[in-house]
Antibody, heavy 119, light 110 residues
């Protein structure tokens, strides 16, 4: 049974860096693209980017200049960094994994982390 | 601005059949598989439909998906009170080179 557990700071000041980590339990770590998605309160879902076990990354062009996704295969973990946050980055952030290795749409989700940006 | 277009709300009474639409373009729905998610407030989305019309293990057959051209639909038959939730469509978008989502449809069971 695949489980994703995520953690990180939930309250940031403007211009600080958001940092979240997601640990994967169950199933294989290799072969999949590991994804970060966010959801502003009361709004829809937005893909942030993903990474495979080899470290190949893909980012949403709208966030690319501020996003870094990394992977630690020794711990079956992957992480998200988003620099220079503003109030517009307030959202619930989810880590996710696809159903199979041949797709990149999410099937398994972490519990979500609400990140608030306030001075 | 969402990649896919969904109606913001839908409603039905218990036992009814409701459908939720999802509109896209040739660079997403027109050329890739559609996924559907159910999200109860305060929880993570749950995969309902993948590859247009396939259900993961454990999802009741009351939920079904279809796709035609650049549009897709989710149908829920035998509506139940526990179906009251948000529903999102998603698809790989060739222009984005990533998954695109609809804005979500809030389903109310009257």
């Amino acid at each position: 049974q695949v489980q994703l557990q995520q953690w990180g700071a939930g309250l940031l000041k403007p211009s600080e860096t958001l940092s979240l980590t997601c640990a994967v339990y169950g199933g294989s770590f290799s072969g999949y693209y590991w994804t970060w998605i966010r959801q502003p309160p009361g709004k829809g879902l937005e893909w942030i980017g993903d990474i495979n076990h080899s470290g190949i990354t893909n980012y949403n062009p709208s966030l690319k200049s501020r996003v870094t996704i990394s992977v630690d295969t020794s711990k079956n973990q992957f992480s998200l960094r988003l620099t220079s946050v503003t109030a517009a980055d307030r959202a619930v952030y989810y880590c996710a994994r696809p159903l199979t290795t041949v797709t990149r749409l999410p099937a398994y989700w972490g519990q979500g982390t609400l990140v608030t940006v306030s001075s | 601005q969402s990649v896919l277009t969904q109606p913001p709300s839908a409603s039905g009474t218990p036992g009814q059949r409701v459908t939720i639409s999802c509109s896209g373009s040739s660079s997403n729905i027109g050329s890739n598989y559609v996924y559907w998610y159910q999200q109860v407030p305060g929880t993570a989305p749950k995969l309902l439909i993948y590859r247009n019309n396939e259900r993961p293990s454990g999802v009741p057959d009351r939920f079904s998906g279809s796709k035609s051209g650049t549009s897709a639909s989710l149908a829920i038959s035998g509506l139940r009170s526990e179906d009251e939730a948000g529903y999102y469509c998603a698809v790989w978008d060739d222009s984005l080179s990533g998954p695109g989502f609809g804005g979500g449809t809030k389903l109310t069971v009257l």
